[in-house]
Every structure is written in C-alpha cells, then in structure tokens.
C-alpha cells in the first residue's frame, strides 16, 4: 500500500510538473539599453509564437513597432508616422563566439524574480558579460534573437550559451577585455499577463510600403 501510495504520489508531481511548463511567459517586459551616453527603451509584448518590440523614446513617445511571428518565420516592421509597414527577411545566422561560462551561485532579487550571476568570457577576444538571469520559462527568447539575427555582442554571447528555453536574462553587461563597461541591457519592469491578439496584428489603416522602381 505504502508503495503504491508513493508511485500515485510521483503521477501527481509528474501532471502538476507538466502543467506548470504548458504555461510559458505572457506578458509585457519593458527593457532599457545603455550604450555610452546612449539610452534606448524597449517594450516586449510576448504571447505564445508571437512578439511585439515597441521602440519608445525617454518621453514614452512610440518611435516604431516590430512584429514577429516565430511559427512562421516573419517580421514586419511599423512606422507609425507614416503608417506604413515592410516585410523584413531574414538573414542568415551571425557567426557566434566561442565562450565559457561560469555560473556563480550569487543570487540577489530582480523585478521580484531571483536571478543568478552567470560570468561569460569570449575566448577570442577576452571581453567578459554578466549576466543576472531567472529559471523560469521563456521560450520565445532565443528564437528571437536568432530570427531577429542580432549582430551585437550581448546578444551572440547569450546564445552561444545554448541554454535552455528555461533561462531568460533580467540584466546583462559587456565588458571590453581591459574592463570597460561597454553595453548594458536591463529589465525596468515585467508583467505577467493575458495579452489579446489584435496587438500581434497589422493595423487596418496601415499599408504595405512598395518601393516603386522608376524606368
């Protein structure tokens, strides 16, 4: 009995584990970027396949909105001044750096998530990263970034690591190899929740831009 007890105990955990990784992220995550004296401000709106990235500027002006489809390989690209859109292809993947990493142990609290010091160093050219990331569940992360073919460092460091769909960063720096901070990209704030569909969609009064050819 006692036995069986057990193994009826283990099918539970096994279905309530199975449960909690059908529910990946969905929500909002507001990002700012530092480069320098440069500040960019960033809006991820995330739901299943599909992401929106809003480029705002420091006034909460919408300066662009960039639309992705991972199911099936798309990207448009809004301007919404001129309320036109473009279909963006898609190039061929960076070639990433060969990296090591070492995972600290060192946790502190982001955003109210716990996150873990990972310390990447580019094996080539000895610039470092840090990155302070949570065991949760994003999925969409790296498919992005590999669609969207980020061309800067943080970015290929990240998916060099070939971590999990698990892992998402809440805060990472780049370092130059004499320690100069050079990039650093950081989570403002992330909120869990159902987002509807329209915002994944092309507005009805915008057009697709065609660039005419003259003769």
């Not at 995550?29 to 440069?38: M, S, V």
């Not at 992705?68 to 473009?86: E, F, P, R």
């Not at 090591?100 to 610039?127: A, H, P, Q």
């Not at 992330?190 to 065609?210: M, V």
């Amino acid at each position: 009995m006692i036995i069986f007890k057990r193994l009826i105990f283990s099918i539970l955990l096994l279905i309530f584990a199975s449960e909690l990784r059908a529910n990946p992220f969905e929500g909002i995550i507001y990002f700012q970027k530092k480069e320098g004296n440069n500040i960019t401000f960033f809006k991820y709106f995330i739901k299943g396949d599909k992401v929106r990235i809003e480029d705002v500027n420091e006034e909460g002006t919408l300066n662009g909105i960039l639309l992705i489809d991972m199911s099936k390989a798309s990207l448009k690209m809004l301007s919404c001044n001129s309320q036109l859109y473009i279909d963006v292809p898609i190039s061929p993947e960076s070639d990433k750096p060969e990296v090591k990493i070492e995972r600290s142990g060192e946790f502190k609290m982001i955003n109210g998530k716990e996150c873990e010091l990972w310390k990447v160093l580019d094996t080539k050219d000895y610039s470092r990263f840090e990155y302070w990331v949570n065991n949760g569940d994003y999925p969409f992360f790296s498919p992005m970034l590999r669609m969207l073919n980020r061309k800067d460092n943080i970015a290929l460091a990240w998916i060099s690591l070939l971590v999990g769909d698990n892992y998402f960063p809440f805060s990472g720096i780049e370092y130059s190899s004499t320690g100069k901070e050079l990039t650093r990209l950081e989570v403002i704030e992330i909120h869990e929740k159902d987002l509807d569909t329209s915002l994944f969609a092309i507005p009805s009064n915008y057009s697709l831009f065609e660039r005419k050819i003259s003769n």
